[in-house]
């Protein structure tokens, strides 16, 4: 499996994420992408 993209932190205590994930195993087979955009923060 291999990532490629960026995680930036904006705050102390939050992230911004924009990732692709290449070569998942999953059924589908291989060469499959997932692509994970969004952000999240802890109280």
């Given at each position: 499996m291999s990532t490629?993209?960026?995680a930036t932190y904006t705050y102390d205590k939050s992230?911004?994420?924009d990732v692709t994930l290449?070569?998942?195993m999953v059924p589908e087979g291989p060469g499959?992408?997932?692509h994970?955009?969004?952000s999240f923060a802890c109280a």
């Open positions: 490629a993209g960026t992230l911004s994420l290449t070569n998942l499959t992408t997932a994970l955009s969004g």
